[in-house]
Protein backbone atom coordinates (compact mmCIF):
# COMPACT_ATOMS: atom_id res chain seq x y z
CA UNK A 1 0.00 0.00 0.00
CA UNK A 2 1.08 3.71 -0.52
CA UNK A 3 0.27 7.53 -0.51
CA UNK A 4 2.97 7.80 -4.02
CA UNK A 5 5.44 8.68 -0.97
CA UNK A 6 6.18 5.99 1.43
CA UNK A 7 4.94 2.37 0.79
CA UNK A 8 4.48 -0.41 2.80
CA UNK A 9 4.03 -4.18 1.48
CA UNK A 10 1.75 -6.65 2.98
CA UNK A 11 4.88 -8.53 4.39
CA UNK A 12 6.08 -5.73 6.12
CA UNK A 13 3.00 -5.13 7.92
CA UNK A 14 2.82 -6.88 11.00
CA UNK A 15 5.90 -5.32 11.93
CA UNK A 16 4.84 -1.76 11.20
CA UNK A 17 1.50 -2.40 13.13
CA UNK A 18 3.77 -3.97 16.12
CA UNK A 19 6.16 -1.01 15.84
CA UNK A 20 2.87 0.87 16.20
CA UNK A 21 1.37 -0.68 19.32
CA UNK A 22 4.35 -0.57 20.90
CA UNK A 23 4.75 3.48 20.46
CA UNK A 24 1.28 4.01 21.48
CA UNK A 25 2.09 1.87 24.54
CA UNK A 26 5.02 3.52 25.46
CA UNK A 27 3.16 6.64 25.52
CA UNK A 28 0.17 5.05 28.14
CA UNK A 29 -2.22 4.47 25.23
CA UNK A 30 -2.17 0.62 25.38
CA UNK A 31 -4.82 -1.30 24.47
CA UNK A 32 -7.62 -0.42 26.82
CA UNK A 33 -7.27 2.94 25.93
CA UNK A 34 -10.11 4.52 23.54
CA UNK A 35 -8.61 6.99 20.92
CA UNK A 36 -9.64 9.27 18.86
CA UNK A 37 -7.54 8.81 15.92
CA UNK A 38 -7.81 11.88 13.60
CA UNK A 39 -6.84 10.06 10.06
CA UNK A 40 -5.60 11.38 6.54
CA UNK A 41 -5.65 9.19 3.37
CA UNK A 42 -1.62 8.18 3.70
CA UNK A 43 0.27 5.45 4.16
CA UNK A 44 0.99 6.30 7.75
CA UNK A 45 -2.79 6.66 8.35
CA UNK A 46 -3.31 3.21 6.72
CA UNK A 47 -1.12 1.75 8.97
CA UNK A 48 -2.26 3.27 12.22
CA UNK A 49 -5.77 2.61 11.55
CA UNK A 50 -4.95 -1.22 10.94
CA UNK A 51 -2.91 -1.42 14.10
CA UNK A 52 -5.87 0.09 16.39
CA UNK A 53 -7.82 -2.70 14.05
CA UNK A 54 -5.89 -5.44 14.72
CA UNK A 55 -5.45 -5.15 18.20
CA UNK A 56 -9.09 -4.53 18.36
CA UNK A 57 -9.06 -1.21 20.24
CA UNK A 58 -12.17 0.60 20.88
CA UNK A 59 -11.72 3.74 18.73
CA UNK A 60 -13.19 7.27 17.46
CA UNK A 61 -12.22 7.56 13.85
CA UNK A 62 -12.28 11.68 12.88
CA UNK A 63 -11.57 13.16 9.84
CA UNK A 64 -7.84 14.64 10.13
CA UNK A 65 -5.83 17.49 8.89
CA UNK A 66 -2.42 16.18 9.30
CA UNK A 67 -1.52 18.80 11.66
CA UNK A 68 -1.87 18.47 15.43
CA UNK A 69 -3.39 22.58 15.42
CA UNK A 70 -6.42 22.20 13.84
CA UNK A 71 -6.41 24.08 10.08
CA UNK A 72 -9.51 23.04 8.93
CA UNK A 73 -13.43 23.72 9.53
CA UNK A 74 -14.37 20.37 9.12
CA UNK A 75 -12.73 18.78 11.48
CA UNK A 76 -14.64 17.08 14.66
CA UNK A 77 -14.57 17.38 18.04
CA UNK A 78 -12.99 14.75 20.05
CA UNK A 79 -15.44 12.90 22.25
CA UNK A 80 -15.48 13.34 26.03
CA UNK A 81 -15.33 9.13 26.38
CA UNK A 82 -11.96 9.12 23.89
CA UNK A 83 -8.89 8.80 26.62
CA UNK A 84 -6.75 10.05 23.86
CA UNK A 85 -5.93 12.14 20.87
CA UNK A 86 -3.94 10.48 18.42
CA UNK A 87 -3.47 12.54 15.01
CA UNK A 88 -1.76 11.49 12.07
CA UNK A 89 0.73 13.82 10.92
CA UNK A 90 1.21 14.96 6.90
CA UNK A 91 5.06 14.06 6.06
CA UNK A 92 7.17 17.39 5.54
CA UNK A 93 8.49 17.75 2.26
CA UNK A 94 11.84 17.43 3.72
CA UNK A 95 10.96 14.07 5.57
CA UNK A 96 13.96 11.31 4.22
CA UNK A 97 12.42 7.61 3.21
CA UNK A 98 12.40 5.93 6.03
CA UNK A 99 10.30 8.62 8.16
CA UNK A 100 7.83 5.96 7.99
CA UNK A 101 9.69 3.47 10.27
CA UNK A 102 9.51 5.38 13.61
CA UNK A 103 5.96 5.75 14.70
CA UNK A 104 6.96 8.88 16.63
CA UNK A 105 7.46 10.73 13.31
CA UNK A 106 4.06 10.67 11.92
CA UNK A 107 1.95 10.23 15.29
CA UNK A 108 1.33 12.77 17.75
CA UNK A 109 -0.37 11.36 20.73
CA UNK A 110 -1.96 13.31 23.95
CA UNK A 111 -3.88 12.67 27.03
CA UNK A 112 -7.30 14.04 26.63
CA UNK A 113 -8.16 16.48 28.84
CA UNK A 114 -11.70 16.60 29.08
CA UNK A 115 -12.15 12.86 29.64
CA UNK A 116 -14.73 11.92 31.31
CA UNK A 117 -15.49 7.53 31.37
CA UNK A 118 -15.10 5.29 29.22
CA UNK A 119 -18.37 4.45 26.52
CA UNK A 120 -21.33 2.50 27.52
CA UNK A 121 -20.49 0.43 24.23
CA UNK A 122 -17.83 -0.47 25.73
CA UNK A 123 -17.59 -4.10 26.35
CA UNK A 124 -14.54 -5.87 26.50
CA UNK A 125 -12.89 -8.22 24.04
CA UNK A 126 -15.27 -6.67 20.42
CA UNK A 127 -13.36 -3.89 19.71
CA UNK A 128 -16.16 -1.14 18.66
CA UNK A 129 -15.32 1.33 15.86
CA UNK A 130 -16.61 5.06 16.46
CA UNK A 131 -17.63 7.36 13.10
CA UNK A 132 -19.68 9.99 13.53
CA UNK A 133 -22.77 10.68 10.81
CA UNK A 134 -21.95 13.23 8.15
CA UNK A 135 -24.45 15.81 9.05
CA UNK A 136 -21.97 18.23 9.20
CA UNK A 137 -23.34 21.11 11.43
CA UNK A 138 -23.79 19.99 14.51
CA UNK A 139 -26.44 17.44 14.81
CA UNK A 140 -23.84 14.52 14.16
CA UNK A 141 -24.27 11.41 16.02
CA UNK A 142 -21.50 8.98 16.94
CA UNK A 143 -22.19 5.45 15.24
CA UNK A 144 -20.70 2.11 16.50
CA UNK A 145 -19.50 -0.14 14.73
CA UNK A 146 -18.88 -3.88 15.79
CA UNK A 147 -15.43 -4.36 14.55
CA UNK A 148 -16.08 -8.00 13.49
CA UNK A 149 -19.47 -7.04 11.59
CA UNK A 150 -17.34 -4.13 10.23
CA UNK A 151 -14.84 -6.84 8.06
CA UNK A 152 -18.11 -8.88 7.03
CA UNK A 153 -19.49 -6.39 5.70
CA UNK A 154 -16.19 -5.77 3.81
CA UNK A 155 -16.32 -9.58 2.61
CA UNK A 156 -19.67 -8.76 1.21
CA UNK A 157 -18.40 -5.76 -0.88
CA UNK A 158 -15.67 -8.16 -1.90
CA UNK A 159 -17.93 -10.69 -3.37
CA UNK A 160 -19.96 -7.81 -4.99
CA UNK A 161 -17.25 -5.74 -6.72
CA UNK A 162 -15.16 -8.66 -7.45
CA UNK A 163 -11.59 -7.37 -6.15
CA UNK A 164 -8.49 -9.42 -6.54
CA UNK A 165 -4.88 -9.26 -5.15
CA UNK A 166 -3.93 -8.87 -8.66
CA UNK A 167 -5.52 -5.28 -8.72
CA UNK A 168 -4.04 -1.75 -8.25
CA UNK A 169 -7.10 0.25 -6.40
CA UNK A 170 -6.60 3.78 -5.88
CA UNK A 171 -8.93 5.39 -3.05
CA UNK A 172 -9.27 9.53 -3.92
CA UNK A 173 -12.01 8.86 -1.46
CA UNK A 174 -11.65 9.60 2.25
CA UNK A 175 -10.94 6.43 4.65
CA UNK A 176 -12.04 7.50 7.61
CA UNK A 177 -15.54 7.66 6.41
CA UNK A 178 -17.56 4.48 5.97
CA UNK A 179 -17.44 4.50 1.63
CA UNK A 180 -13.85 4.67 1.60
CA UNK A 181 -13.22 2.59 4.66
CA UNK A 182 -15.63 -0.15 4.81
CA UNK A 183 -16.36 -0.47 0.84
CA UNK A 184 -13.45 0.76 -0.59
CA UNK A 185 -9.82 0.28 1.52
CA UNK A 186 -11.06 -2.95 3.59
CA UNK A 187 -12.09 -5.13 0.86
CA UNK A 188 -9.02 -4.42 -1.23
CA UNK A 189 -6.85 -5.11 2.10
CA UNK A 190 -9.31 -8.41 2.23
CA UNK A 191 -8.64 -9.16 -1.48
CA UNK A 192 -4.51 -8.99 -0.83
CA UNK A 193 -4.65 -5.96 -3.84
CA UNK A 194 -2.17 -3.20 -4.25
CA UNK A 195 -3.71 -0.26 -2.41
CA UNK A 196 -2.98 3.46 -3.32
CA UNK A 197 -4.69 5.96 -0.79
CA UNK A 198 -4.69 9.92 -2.06
CA UNK A 199 -5.74 13.10 -0.19
CA UNK A 200 -8.15 15.44 -0.60
CA UNK A 201 -9.50 14.75 -4.14
CA UNK A 202 -7.42 16.67 -6.28
CA UNK A 203 -7.68 16.09 -9.97
CA UNK A 204 -4.22 17.59 -10.52
CA UNK A 205 -2.96 15.20 -8.03
CA UNK A 206 -5.08 12.61 -8.77
CA UNK A 207 -3.94 12.53 -12.73
CA UNK A 208 -0.47 12.54 -11.21
CA UNK A 209 -0.55 9.64 -9.18
CA UNK A 210 -2.77 7.81 -12.16
CA UNK A 211 0.50 8.16 -14.04
CA UNK A 212 2.48 6.68 -11.69
CA UNK A 213 0.24 4.18 -10.03
CA UNK A 214 -1.68 2.88 -12.86
CA UNK A 215 -4.58 1.95 -10.82
CA UNK A 216 -7.25 -0.35 -12.62
CA UNK A 217 -10.09 -0.13 -9.93
CA UNK A 218 -10.88 2.90 -8.41
CA UNK A 219 -13.41 3.99 -5.46
CA UNK A 220 -14.66 7.66 -6.75
CA UNK A 221 -17.51 9.84 -6.15
CA UNK A 222 -19.74 11.64 -9.19
CA UNK A 223 -17.63 14.77 -8.72
CA UNK A 224 -14.29 12.86 -9.37
CA UNK A 225 -16.14 11.15 -11.93
CA UNK A 226 -17.48 14.60 -13.66
CA UNK A 227 -13.58 15.81 -13.36
CA UNK A 228 -11.97 12.65 -15.26
CA UNK A 229 -14.57 12.66 -17.80
CA UNK A 230 -13.57 16.14 -18.29
CA UNK A 231 -9.58 16.12 -18.11
CA UNK A 232 -8.70 12.19 -17.43
CA UNK A 233 -6.78 10.01 -19.99
CA UNK A 234 -9.43 8.50 -21.99
CA UNK A 235 -8.55 5.40 -23.00
CA UNK A 236 -6.53 4.63 -19.34
CA UNK A 237 -8.05 0.74 -18.73
CA UNK A 238 -9.83 0.78 -15.21
CA UNK A 239 -11.44 -2.66 -14.84
CA UNK A 240 -13.91 -1.19 -12.74
CA UNK A 241 -15.01 1.82 -11.13
CA UNK A 242 -17.31 2.29 -8.12
CA UNK A 243 -19.05 5.23 -7.26
CA UNK A 244 -20.82 6.51 -3.77
CA UNK A 245 -24.57 7.10 -5.17
CA UNK A 246 -25.52 10.38 -5.04
CA UNK A 247 -27.73 11.10 -8.20
CA UNK A 248 -25.53 11.08 -11.13
CA UNK A 249 -27.23 11.83 -14.48
CA UNK A 250 -27.49 9.38 -16.43
CA UNK A 251 -26.08 10.38 -19.48
CA UNK A 252 -22.81 11.21 -17.48
CA UNK A 253 -22.81 7.64 -16.18
CA UNK A 254 -22.98 6.48 -19.76
CA UNK A 255 -20.23 8.75 -20.88
CA UNK A 256 -18.15 7.33 -18.10
CA UNK A 257 -18.74 3.91 -18.70
CA UNK A 258 -18.25 3.83 -22.45
CA UNK A 259 -14.70 5.76 -21.43
CA UNK A 260 -13.43 4.68 -18.55
CA UNK A 261 -14.58 0.85 -18.12
CA UNK A 262 -17.50 -0.78 -16.20
CA UNK A 263 -19.12 1.68 -13.97
CA UNK A 264 -20.85 0.67 -10.42
CA UNK A 265 -23.00 2.59 -8.29
CA UNK A 266 -22.48 1.57 -4.40
CA UNK A 267 -25.34 2.50 -1.89
CA UNK A 268 -24.59 2.51 2.00
CA UNK A 269 -24.81 4.65 4.95
CA UNK A 270 -22.70 5.66 8.17
CA UNK A 271 -25.03 3.40 9.61
CA UNK A 272 -25.04 0.23 7.56
CA UNK A 273 -22.00 0.74 5.77
CA UNK A 274 -22.15 -0.90 2.02
CA UNK A 275 -25.91 -1.83 1.38
CA UNK A 276 -26.86 -2.64 -2.15
CA UNK A 277 -24.78 -2.62 -5.49
CA UNK A 278 -25.37 -2.31 -9.19
CA UNK A 279 -23.80 -5.99 -10.38
CA UNK A 280 -20.86 -5.65 -12.92
CA UNK A 281 -22.27 -7.88 -15.58
CA UNK A 282 -25.54 -5.81 -15.56
CA UNK A 283 -26.15 -4.03 -19.13
CA UNK A 284 -25.24 -0.34 -18.76
CA UNK A 285 -28.60 0.51 -18.85
CA UNK A 286 -29.64 -1.17 -15.82
CA UNK A 287 -26.36 0.35 -14.22
CA UNK A 288 -27.07 3.80 -15.31
CA UNK A 289 -30.65 3.84 -13.76
CA UNK A 290 -30.14 2.29 -10.53
CA UNK A 291 -28.91 -0.74 -7.79
CA UNK A 292 -28.62 -4.38 -8.08
CA UNK A 293 -30.07 -6.92 -5.01
CA UNK A 294 -29.09 -5.66 -1.86
CA UNK A 295 -25.86 -7.54 -0.65
CA UNK A 296 -25.36 -11.01 1.15
CA UNK A 297 -27.73 -11.16 4.08
CA UNK A 298 -29.46 -7.63 3.38
CA UNK A 299 -33.26 -6.97 2.82
CA UNK A 300 -34.70 -3.93 1.71
CA UNK A 301 -38.53 -3.45 1.49
CA UNK A 302 -40.13 0.20 0.91
CA UNK A 303 -42.23 1.56 3.53
CA UNK A 304 -45.56 1.14 1.08
CA UNK A 305 -46.19 0.61 -2.53
CA UNK A 306 -46.78 4.41 -3.42
CA UNK A 307 -45.95 4.08 -7.23
CA UNK A 308 -44.24 7.94 -6.69
CA UNK A 309 -41.41 6.30 -3.93
CA UNK A 310 -41.48 5.42 -0.42
CA UNK A 311 -38.94 5.54 2.07
CA UNK A 312 -35.98 2.90 1.79
CA UNK A 313 -35.71 0.36 4.85
CA UNK A 314 -33.05 -1.97 5.85
CA UNK A 315 -32.49 -4.93 7.82
CA UNK A 316 -28.63 -5.62 8.05
CA UNK A 317 -26.59 -8.35 9.67
CA UNK A 318 -23.76 -6.31 9.73
CA UNK A 319 -25.34 -3.09 10.44
CA UNK A 320 -24.46 -0.65 13.29
CA UNK A 321 -25.05 -0.93 17.29
CA UNK A 322 -26.16 2.27 17.83
CA UNK A 323 -25.45 5.80 18.38
CA UNK A 324 -23.76 7.26 20.91
CA UNK A 325 -23.89 10.97 22.37
CA UNK A 326 -20.59 12.98 22.88
CA UNK A 327 -20.39 11.84 26.73
CA UNK A 328 -20.86 7.95 25.87
CA UNK A 329 -24.03 7.34 26.46
CA UNK A 330 -26.54 5.15 24.26
CA UNK A 331 -28.93 7.54 22.11
CA UNK A 332 -30.28 4.58 20.42
CA UNK A 333 -29.00 0.77 21.11
CA UNK A 334 -30.03 -1.15 18.17
CA UNK A 335 -32.47 -4.30 19.09
CA UNK A 336 -32.12 -7.84 17.09
CA UNK A 337 -34.24 -7.37 13.56
CA UNK A 338 -34.43 -3.47 14.06
CA UNK A 339 -35.22 -2.04 10.50
CA UNK A 340 -33.09 0.71 9.77
CA UNK A 341 -34.96 3.97 8.66
CA UNK A 342 -32.51 5.10 5.21
CA UNK A 343 -34.07 8.31 5.71
CA UNK A 344 -34.12 7.89 1.49
CA UNK A 345 -36.76 7.66 -1.01
CA UNK A 346 -36.59 5.01 -3.60
CA UNK A 347 -38.66 3.56 -6.32
CA UNK A 348 -38.22 -0.35 -7.54
CA UNK A 349 -38.34 -1.14 -11.11
CA UNK A 350 -40.40 -3.56 -12.87
CA UNK A 351 -37.03 -5.64 -13.69
CA UNK A 352 -35.83 -5.30 -9.87
CA UNK A 353 -33.70 -1.88 -10.34
CA UNK A 354 -33.74 -0.14 -7.34
CA UNK A 355 -33.55 3.65 -7.86
CA UNK A 356 -32.68 5.88 -5.07
CA UNK A 357 -34.70 9.48 -5.59
CA UNK A 358 -33.39 11.79 -3.10
CA UNK A 359 -33.78 12.58 1.08
CA UNK A 360 -36.78 12.24 2.65
CA UNK A 361 -36.05 15.20 4.60
CA UNK A 362 -35.05 18.39 3.88
CA UNK A 363 -31.72 17.27 3.46
CA UNK A 364 -29.21 17.63 0.62
CA UNK A 365 -26.26 16.06 -0.64
CA UNK A 366 -23.30 18.90 -1.20
CA UNK A 367 -19.88 17.84 -2.21
CA UNK A 368 -20.36 14.70 -0.85
CA UNK A 369 -21.53 15.82 2.58
CA UNK A 370 -24.99 15.68 3.74
CA UNK A 371 -26.18 18.69 5.08
CA UNK A 372 -29.07 19.53 6.56
CA UNK A 373 -31.20 23.19 5.97
CA UNK A 374 -32.19 23.40 9.33
CA UNK A 375 -28.87 23.17 10.64
CA UNK A 376 -27.87 26.12 8.29
CA UNK A 377 -30.91 27.89 9.29
CA UNK A 378 -29.85 27.46 13.04
CA UNK A 379 -26.35 28.77 12.60
CA UNK A 380 -26.53 32.31 10.40
CA UNK A 381 -29.77 32.72 12.99
CA UNK A 382 -26.37 33.19 15.43
CA UNK A 383 -24.84 35.94 13.61
CA UNK A 384 -25.68 38.74 15.36
CA UNK A 385 -27.31 40.86 12.29
CA UNK A 386 -29.75 38.10 11.59
CA UNK A 387 -33.11 37.56 13.57
CA UNK A 388 -34.77 34.58 11.06
CA UNK A 389 -33.45 32.58 7.97
CA UNK A 390 -34.70 30.06 6.23
CA UNK A 391 -32.38 28.16 3.61
CA UNK A 392 -33.98 26.28 0.25
CA UNK A 393 -32.11 23.90 -1.95
CA UNK A 394 -33.48 24.51 -5.50
CA UNK A 395 -33.81 21.66 -8.26
CA UNK A 396 -30.69 23.36 -10.12
CA UNK A 397 -26.91 21.88 -9.02
CA UNK A 398 -23.65 23.32 -9.74
CA UNK A 399 -20.96 21.30 -8.79
CA UNK A 400 -20.76 21.09 -5.02
CA UNK A 401 -24.61 20.13 -5.48
CA UNK A 402 -28.24 21.58 -5.59
CA UNK A 403 -28.36 24.94 -5.22
CA UNK A 404 -28.87 26.82 -1.79
CA UNK A 405 -30.87 29.93 -1.21
CA UNK A 406 -31.31 32.09 2.20
CA UNK A 407 -33.68 34.24 2.81
CA UNK A 408 -33.02 35.89 6.11
CA UNK A 409 -34.82 38.96 8.11
CA UNK A 410 -32.08 41.42 9.43
CA UNK A 411 -32.45 41.99 13.35
CA UNK A 412 -34.60 45.68 13.76
CA UNK A 413 -32.20 48.50 13.00
CA UNK A 414 -29.25 46.91 11.90
CA UNK A 415 -27.73 47.93 8.21
CA UNK A 416 -26.14 44.95 6.46
CA UNK A 417 -26.23 43.57 2.95
CA UNK A 418 -26.82 40.34 1.53
CA UNK A 419 -22.92 40.33 0.69
CA UNK A 420 -21.42 41.16 4.13
CA UNK A 421 -23.69 38.19 5.36
CA UNK A 422 -22.14 35.87 3.20
CA UNK A 423 -18.91 37.07 3.92
CA UNK A 424 -19.53 35.95 7.39
CA UNK A 425 -20.69 32.24 6.06
CA UNK A 426 -17.64 31.73 5.08
CA UNK A 427 -15.76 32.28 8.66
CA UNK A 428 -19.05 30.14 10.21
CA UNK A 429 -19.65 27.80 7.64
CA UNK A 430 -18.44 24.74 6.08
CA UNK A 431 -17.60 25.46 2.69
CA UNK A 432 -20.38 22.88 1.62
CA UNK A 433 -22.99 24.14 3.58
CA UNK A 434 -22.50 28.36 2.81
CA UNK A 435 -25.50 29.30 0.74
CA UNK A 436 -24.91 30.19 -2.80
CA UNK A 437 -27.52 33.30 -2.47
CA UNK A 438 -28.59 35.28 0.40
CA UNK A 439 -31.66 37.79 0.18
CA UNK A 440 -32.55 40.08 2.69
CA UNK A 441 -36.54 40.50 3.49
CA UNK A 442 -38.55 42.04 5.93
CA UNK A 443 -40.72 39.12 6.54
CA UNK A 444 -40.67 35.42 5.58
CA UNK A 445 -44.02 33.61 3.95
CA UNK A 446 -46.29 31.77 6.60
CA UNK A 447 -48.64 29.10 5.73
CA UNK A 448 -52.61 29.20 7.43
CA UNK A 449 -50.94 26.93 9.86
CA UNK A 450 -47.47 29.45 10.85
CA UNK A 451 -45.17 27.03 9.14
CA UNK A 452 -42.70 28.52 6.77
CA UNK A 453 -44.30 28.24 2.84
CA UNK A 454 -41.27 26.94 1.53
CA UNK A 455 -42.92 26.47 -1.92
CA UNK A 456 -42.88 30.12 -2.25
CA UNK A 457 -39.77 30.76 -1.00
CA UNK A 458 -38.56 27.98 -3.72
CA UNK A 459 -40.45 30.32 -6.68
CA UNK A 460 -38.73 33.07 -5.35
CA UNK A 461 -35.21 31.74 -5.29
CA UNK A 462 -35.94 30.74 -9.13
CA UNK A 463 -37.04 34.26 -9.61
CA UNK A 464 -34.38 35.87 -7.80
CA UNK A 465 -31.14 34.35 -9.79
CA UNK B 1 11.98 35.79 -19.02
CA UNK B 2 9.63 37.62 -19.83
CA UNK B 3 9.27 38.85 -16.33
CA UNK B 4 6.73 41.78 -17.03
CA UNK B 5 4.57 39.57 -19.41
CA UNK B 6 4.71 37.13 -16.36
CA UNK B 7 3.72 39.75 -13.78
CA UNK B 8 0.76 40.82 -15.13
CA UNK B 9 -0.50 37.14 -15.79
CA UNK B 10 -0.03 36.49 -11.91
CA UNK B 11 -2.19 39.64 -11.51
CA UNK B 12 -5.02 38.10 -13.70
CA UNK B 13 -4.80 35.09 -12.22
CA UNK B 14 -4.92 36.85 -8.10
CA UNK B 15 -7.90 38.25 -10.24
CA UNK B 16 -9.49 35.40 -11.29
CA UNK B 17 -9.55 33.79 -7.78
CA UNK B 18 -10.34 36.74 -5.90
CA UNK B 19 -13.40 37.65 -8.48
CA UNK B 20 -14.44 34.76 -9.75
CA UNK B 21 -13.70 31.70 -7.56
CA UNK B 22 -16.07 31.27 -4.82
CA UNK B 23 -13.09 31.12 -1.98
CA UNK B 24 -14.02 35.16 -0.31
CA UNK B 25 -10.37 36.14 -0.36
CA UNK B 26 -8.97 39.02 -1.90
CA UNK B 27 -6.63 40.12 -4.26
CA UNK B 28 -4.36 41.37 -1.23
CA UNK B 29 -4.42 38.22 0.41
CA UNK B 30 -3.29 35.98 -2.55
CA UNK B 31 0.79 36.08 -2.94
CA UNK B 32 1.97 35.29 -5.75
CA UNK B 33 4.25 32.62 -4.01
CA UNK B 34 1.82 31.12 -1.75
CA UNK B 35 0.53 27.39 -2.43
CA UNK B 36 -2.64 26.99 -4.33
CA UNK B 37 -3.69 23.80 -2.08
CA UNK B 38 -3.95 22.67 1.39
CA UNK B 39 -1.25 24.46 3.75
CA UNK B 40 -1.95 27.95 1.55
CA UNK B 41 -4.55 29.48 -0.44
CA UNK B 42 -6.40 26.05 0.37
CA UNK B 43 -8.50 25.53 -2.83
CA UNK B 44 -10.55 22.53 -2.69
CA UNK B 45 -11.40 19.78 -5.29
CA UNK B 46 -14.39 21.98 -6.93
CA UNK B 47 -12.61 25.52 -6.73
CA UNK B 48 -9.50 23.57 -8.82
CA UNK B 49 -11.73 22.43 -11.05
CA UNK B 50 -13.55 26.22 -11.28
CA UNK B 51 -10.20 27.30 -11.56
CA UNK B 52 -8.54 25.42 -14.36
CA UNK B 53 -11.87 26.19 -16.20
CA UNK B 54 -11.74 29.73 -15.61
CA UNK B 55 -8.11 30.15 -17.09
CA UNK B 56 -8.57 28.21 -19.74
CA UNK B 57 -11.94 30.67 -20.71
CA UNK B 58 -9.75 33.54 -19.40
CA UNK B 59 -6.26 32.99 -21.93
CA UNK B 60 -7.89 31.28 -24.51
CA UNK B 61 -6.14 28.12 -24.20
CA UNK B 62 -7.06 24.19 -23.37
CA UNK B 63 -4.57 22.25 -20.92
CA UNK B 64 -3.74 19.17 -22.94
CA UNK B 65 -3.75 16.14 -20.79
CA UNK B 66 -0.39 15.69 -20.03
CA UNK B 67 -0.36 18.98 -18.60
CA UNK B 68 -2.72 18.54 -16.09
CA UNK B 69 -0.52 17.49 -12.82
CA UNK B 70 0.52 19.41 -9.84
CA UNK B 71 3.79 20.90 -11.22
CA UNK B 72 2.17 24.11 -13.18
CA UNK B 73 -0.09 24.83 -10.18
CA UNK B 74 2.57 24.70 -7.36
CA UNK B 75 1.86 28.59 -6.77
CA UNK B 76 1.16 31.53 -8.86
CA UNK B 77 4.47 32.87 -10.39
CA UNK B 78 4.97 28.85 -11.65
CA UNK B 79 1.48 29.00 -13.14
CA UNK B 80 2.04 32.07 -14.67
CA UNK B 81 5.04 31.27 -16.55
CA UNK B 82 3.18 28.21 -17.87
CA UNK B 83 0.48 30.31 -18.96
CA UNK B 84 3.01 32.66 -20.45
CA UNK B 85 4.51 30.03 -22.18
CA UNK B 86 1.32 28.72 -23.92
CA UNK B 87 0.35 31.66 -24.95
CA UNK B 88 3.91 32.26 -26.45
CA UNK B 89 3.27 28.96 -28.23
CA UNK B 90 6.03 27.32 -26.06
CA UNK B 91 4.80 23.93 -25.97
CA UNK B 92 8.70 22.26 -25.58
CA UNK B 93 8.44 24.60 -21.99
CA UNK B 94 5.24 24.37 -21.70
CA UNK B 95 4.84 21.05 -21.03
CA UNK B 96 7.61 20.27 -18.00
Redesign the interface.
Known sequence: MTDGRFTCAYGDLPGRLDDICRYLDTLGAGADAVPALECINSTAGVLTLLALLRRGSHFLLNPGS?NVEP?DSNLKPVARFCTHRIVVLRAPPEAPPDWLETPGNFLSVSRHADYLGPPEACDPGIGNLYIRTSGSLGTTKIVVHGQTRLFHNADSCLDRLGLEAEDRVTLPVPIFHMYGLGAGFLPALLAGASIHVE???????Y??NE?RFQPNVAFLNP??CG?LL????FGSSYRRVVTSTQAMREEMFRDFDDNFGNLISLYGSTEMGAITASLSQQSQDKRAAGLGPPLRGVTLRLEDDNKDGAELLCLHPYGYRGYLDEAGHWLHRCAEGEWYRSGDWARQRNDGILVILGRANSSVNR?GYLVFLGDIENELEKLPEISQAAVIASDEED??GRRLTAFCIPKQGVTTTADAL??AC?RHLP?HS?PDHIHLLSSLPLLPSGKLDRKTLLLHSKELI | MNTEKTENIVDQLRHIIADQL?V?LSVAEISPDTPL???GIGL???A???F?TLIEENFGFE?A?DE???KP?ENLRVLSEFVNSKLSGDTASAST
Open positions: GTEHGNILRLDRLLMRWGRGHRRAFKI | DNFEGDSVIMEIFRLNLF
